[in-house]
């Protein structure tokens, strides 16, 4: 079955500097979800992305899909202490969305 | 504009014993599902619903009924509750039966089986 793999699990950083969590499907996706979910709440959406190759670009967050529509990236440049939490990208194919174990984000001051 | 809305936000049960989640949500929204989230391993989907009258089996199911009489209420049943089943569950809704956009989540519900 579809598969989608997050990594890495938890990322520690620097208040200040940049970041990338990286999501990748084991089938070919029709379109990929990033969502964000701060620490004690539920998971919120941030965007949709769908054409191969495709970036966008949400003030300090990019996020772009592979070209073969298997993979995604969510990069955050830099940090700040309320991008704290666990973020989670969504891999939807066949009518089914499959959810990553997500990135946990911890910032140091 | 309340959203999705579960309820309770934490409960705590006995081995055996058989409770109902609610959610309700105020979107208009055919599409319905209840996910369960454990550390470690995202969110896997329980049951969903594309419209009043239709539920079907998500990845997790065992354990777990559903029923849609409404387009604005899916509660989730648990049977007879076992400690595997502690753990955060999330109903989520989208406005799209074929489940490509955003999903809506409610705050969750946090159960713990003892």
């Known amino acids: 079955g579809q598969q989608v793999m997050q990594i890495p699990q938890y990322q520690h950083v620097q208040e200040g500097e940049d970041f990338t969590t990286y999501c990748n499907s084991s089938t070919t996706l029709s379109n990929i979800q990033w969502y964000k979910q701060r620490p004690g709440g539920h998971p919120v959406f941030l965007i949709q992305?769908?054409?191969?190759?495709e970036v966008k670009k949400q003030k300090r967050l990019t996020f772009q899909f592979g070209e073969a529509k298997k993979n995604s990236s969510l990069h955050i440049t830099a940090t700040q202490t309320t991008d704290v939490g666990t973020y989670f990208c969504?891999?939807?194919?066949?009518?089914?969305?499959?959810f990553g174990a997500g990135t946990t984000v911890t910032v140091r001051a | 504009n309340a959203g999705v809305t579960q309820t309770p936000k934490f409960q705590v049960l006995k081995t055996g014993q058989s409770m109902t989640l609610q959610c309700a949500q105020d979107?208009?929204?055919?599409?319905m599902s209840w996910y369960r989230q454990d550390p470690g391993m995202g969110l896997r989907l329980i049951h969903y619903?594309?419209?009043?009258?239709?539920?079907d089996q998500g990845e997790v199911p065992n354990g777990y009924n559903v029923s849609r009489s409404t387009t604005e209420d899916f509660p989730l049943r648990l049977l007879s509750a076992a400690p595997s089943q502690t753990s955060v569950y999330f109903c989520?809704?989208?406005?799209?039966?074929?489940?490509?956009?955003?999903?809506?989540f409610g705050e969750g519900s946090r159960l713990t089986v003892l």
């Open positions: 979107m208009n929204h055919e599409y």
């Open positions: 989520a809704s989208n406005s799209n039966r074929a489940r490509s956009g955003e999903l809506f």
């Open positions: 619903s594309v419209g009043a009258g239709i539920t």
């Open positions: 969504a891999g939807f194919a066949d009518y089914k969305l499959s």
């Open positions: 992305l769908v054409k191969s190759g």
